[in-house]
């Protein structure tokens, strides 16, 4: 059997002021599908993605990278390999390509083109300022700025909270796309409906813990059903 996607060994993450935000957490994320890390805010949801491709390190324990320790990776070529998308649709300053360009330096059209199909942007998008594009776009362009380097995963955080409902379910299909075309979505959200919608597999944190079953069942049962 291949190992996991990553692997989460007694990692414990202390924050300012000494502040606990994951305590010993131990899990095993899937090669497939779409992973969803939710829970309220505060749970330490972005905090477990942000260790993945070392945007955070551990305080103690280990996290690994298909039982790789990721500690002992490159960390540029692992982030090339492991990209993320973050809650704010930020690009830099110019047009789509140029942004293209900061992540693929001498990408060439093709790549441009294909990164921008894959974030459901057409050829257009390109030559767009990035200050004339709505949220959506932005988050979009955002999404083509990290697929342009072909990453093998893909970390989503809380990546439609700031979109209306229409941009928000393109996101959420273009996810899982990627992740029917083998990219496994490692994606973070405080949203029940979110997560039904697009997870193959859930993960419920609780104050810096996986959700034990209590705990669980009422992270489920106080929150409105589907539909309202």
């Known amino acids: 059997m291949p190992p996991a996607l990553f692997s989460f060994e ?21 090669s497939e599908g779409v992973t969803v890390l939710a ?8 905090t477990l993605l942000r260790l993945c491709n070392r945007l955070e390190v551990p305080s103690s324990g280990r996290v690994l990278y298909r039982g790789n320790d990721v500690a002992q990776l490159d960390p540029l070529t692992h982030r090339r390999e492991v990209g993320m998308v973050f809650q704010r649709p930020t690009l830099f ?3 789509v390509r140029d942004n293209l360009e900061v992540a693929l330096p001498g990408g060439g059209g093709d790549r ?29 362009a955002c999404l083509a700025r990290t697929l342009v380097t072909e990453p093998a995963v893909l970390l989503m955080d809380e990546v ?9 379910r393109v996101l959420e299909g273009l996810a899982c796309k990627l992740a029917a075309d083998d990219v496994p979505v490692l994606w973070v959200t405080h949203d029940l409906q979110q997560m039904r919608r697009v997870a ?3 993960v419920v944190l609780v104050s810096g813990r996986l959700a034990d079953p209590a705990e669980r069942a009422a992270f489920f049962d106080d929150r409105p059903g589907p539909g309202a």
Do not use: M, Y
């Not at 439609?160 to 928000?168: A, G, N, Q, V, Y």
């Open 160 to 168: 439609t909270s700031s979109l209306d409902p229409t941009s928000t």
């Open 112 to 140: 441009f083109l294909a990164a921008l199909d894959r974030a459901d942007l057409g050829a257009g998008f390109l030559d767009r300022r990035g200050d004339e594009l709505s949220g959506g776009e932005a988050q979009r």
């Open 10 to 30: 007694r990692v414990v993450v202390t924050g300012e002021g000494g502040v606990t935000i994951l305590h010993g957490v131990d899990l095993e994320v899937s």
């Open 93 to 95: 300053p110019g047009t």
């Open 200 to 202: 193959t597999t859930e």
């Open 39 to 46: 829970g309220a805010s505060g749970a330490g949801k972005s």
